[in-house]
């Protein structure tokens, strides 16, 4: 008997890797973490000015989160006892995890997928089965099928971080009745990508459709997200699982406001995905680099053995984009946020400057 399990632990969990967050230097242009910079700063000055008038801190915010799920429901068209809400979505994706999986539970994932879930993989020993994208930034479905055999779920962003791809919507509704467990689609980015499945929830009942104020509503900074699935399970996630007050005050009232601007929001989507193509096809014009498709707010794009010099070059003139690296076959990949027309513009001139 050891008196040291304690400081065992420690030890063991001290080399572990845990999730890396990015390293932004001191650049001025951040187009490093996918935010969403359309809306305006304005947008969330005027949402946490509502929320601040709608809030008594002293209290605990009972009945909000009830109230943020009738916000949601009728955003996203679906039953209040449909949704979960959480602590941005990372805190659901976790709870998700620490309690329904464990080191037998195969998980199906893409290679690369979301970086946080496959630390919180790592945490709790869960092993993965990986399908890697292809040198055209696809994903296989036929390979993914082959594998599901042997997984007990299956995770996919959708679309995918980081490569912007999404599945055709007919193959996905495939993979999903098909399998024997539960099926998370993350739509951090679904309001950027062709379709949204939080509907198929009413008849699917492996899905768990996951979403966040993060990336759609550019509210990152207040850390709250949801989850959509059949009420059996989300009465057992808001009753059992989920912490009895995951969403602050602030958070809930900012989004219950944002709910009601979700035309701005879509506005906004718009604009992301009219300078997508315009970004897309200006750097396409290089011929160093090799730029894939994406239904996200971002875009991936080789740039070969010349992908950490120009990511350096580019902080140095205060822009930062993320570096990847390897994707598959791909060796230098970089990822930059699809931001304003002027910060995408300043991005496009810095590139351009240093093909010359
Ligand atoms: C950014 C992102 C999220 C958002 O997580 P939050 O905790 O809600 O901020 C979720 N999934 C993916 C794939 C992401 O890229």
């Given at each position: 008997?050891?008196?040291?399990?304690?400081?065992d632990?420690?030890?063991?969990?001290s080399?572990m890797?845990?999730?890396?967050?990015?390293?932004?230097g001191?650049?001025d242009?951040r187009?490093?973490?996918?935010?969403?910079?359309?809306?305006?700063?304005?947008?969330?000055?005027?949402m946490l000015s509502?929320?601040?008038?709608a809030?008594?801190a002293?209290?605990y915010?009972?009945?909000?989160?009830e109230?943020?799920?009738?916000?949601?429901?009728?955003?996203?068209?679906?039953?209040?006892?449909?949704?979960?809400v959480?602590?941005?979505s990372?805190?659901?994706l976790?709870?998700?995890?620490?309690?329904?999986?464990?080191?037998?539970?195969?998980v199906l994932?893409?290679?690369p997928?979301?970086?946080?879930f496959?630390?919180r993989?790592?945490?709790?020993g869960?092993?993965?089965l990986?399908?890697?994208?292809?040198?055209?930034m696809e994903?296989d479905?036929t390979?993914?099928?082959?594998?599901?055999?042997?997984?007990?779920m299956?995770?996919?962003d959708?679309?995918?971080?980081?490569?912007?791809?999404?599945?055709?919507?007919?193959?996905?509704?495939h993979?999903?009745?098909?399998?024997?467990?539960?099926v998370?689609?993350?739509?951090?980015?679904?309001?950027?990508g062709?379709?949204?499945?939080?509907?198929?929830?009413?008849?699917?009942?492996n899905?768990?459709?996951?979403?966040?104020?993060?990336?759609?509503f550019?509210?990152?900074?207040?850390?709250?997200?949801?989850?959509?699935?059949?009420?059996?399970?989300?009465?057992?996630?808001n009753?059992?699982?989920?912490?009895?007050?995951?969403v602050n005050s602030?958070?809930?009232?900012?989004?219950?406001?944002?709910?009601?601007?979700?035309d701005q929001?879509?506005?906004?989507?718009?604009t992301?995905?009219?300078?997508?193509?315009?970004?897309?096809?200006?750097?396409r014009?290089?011929d160093?680099?090799?730029?894939f498709d994406?239904?996200?707010n971002f875009?991936?794009?080789?740039a070969?053995?010349?992908?950490?010099?120009?990511?350096?070059?580019?902080?140095?003139?205060?822009?930062?984009?993320?570096?990847?690296?390897?994707?598959?076959?791909?060796?230098g990949c970089?990822?930059?946020?699809?931001?304003?027309?002027?910060?995408?513009?300043?991005f496009?001139?810095?590139?351009?400057?240093?093909?010359?």
């Amino acid at each position: 008997m050891s008196d040291d399990w304690f400081e065992d632990s420690v030890r063991r969990y001290s080399k572990m890797a845990g999730y890396v967050k990015p390293d932004s230097g001191d650049g001025d242009l951040r187009l490093d973490s996918n935010e969403n910079l359309v809306i305006p700063r304005r947008f969330s000055m005027e949402m946490l000015s509502a929320a601040r008038r709608a809030t008594d801190a002293r209290r605990y915010p009972l009945g909000g989160t009830e109230r943020l799920t009738a916000s949601l429901s009728r955003y996203l068209r679906v039953r209040p006892g449909m949704i979960g809400v959480g602590n941005g979505s990372d805190q659901i994706l976790d709870l998700i995890l620490s309690n329904f999986a464990s080191r037998k539970t195969r998980v199906l994932v893409s290679e690369p997928t979301f970086g946080f879930f496959e630390a919180r993989c790592r945490l709790y020993g869960i092993p993965l089965l990986r399908v890697p994208f292809s040198a055209g930034m696809e994903l296989d479905m036929t390979r993914l099928t082959d594998l599901s055999g042997r997984a007990r779920m299956i995770y996919l962003d959708s679309p995918n971080n980081p490569t912007g791809f999404q599945f055709p919507k007919r193959d996905l509704r495939h993979l999903i009745e098909e399998f024997d467990g539960p099926v998370i689609i993350d739509e951090a980015y679904g309001i950027f990508g062709d379709y949204s499945v939080a509907s198929w929830t009413r008849r699917l009942e492996n899905l768990i459709v996951v979403g966040t104020f993060s990336k759609s509503f550019g509210l990152a900074g207040l850390r709250a997200g949801y989850c959509v699935a059949r009420e059996e399970f989300i009465d057992v996630f808001n009753r059992v699982i989920q912490h009895p007050y995951p969403v602050n005050s602030i958070a809930i009232e900012a989004c219950i406001a944002a709910l009601e601007k979700a035309d701005q929001i879509q506005t906004a989507a718009d604009t992301v995905r009219a300078e997508r193509s315009r970004m897309i096809e200006t750097l396409r014009g290089y011929d160093t680099f090799e730029v894939f498709d994406s239904k996200a707010n971002f875009i991936l794009f080789d740039a070969g053995g010349a992908y950490r010099r120009i990511h350096t070059a580019l902080l140095e003139q205060g822009i930062s984009v993320r570096l990847i690296g390897r994707v598959g076959p791909r060796e230098g990949c970089l990822r930059v946020t699809v931001g304003t027309q002027e910060m995408n513009s300043r991005f496009l001139l810095a590139v351009r400057d240093l093909l010359q």
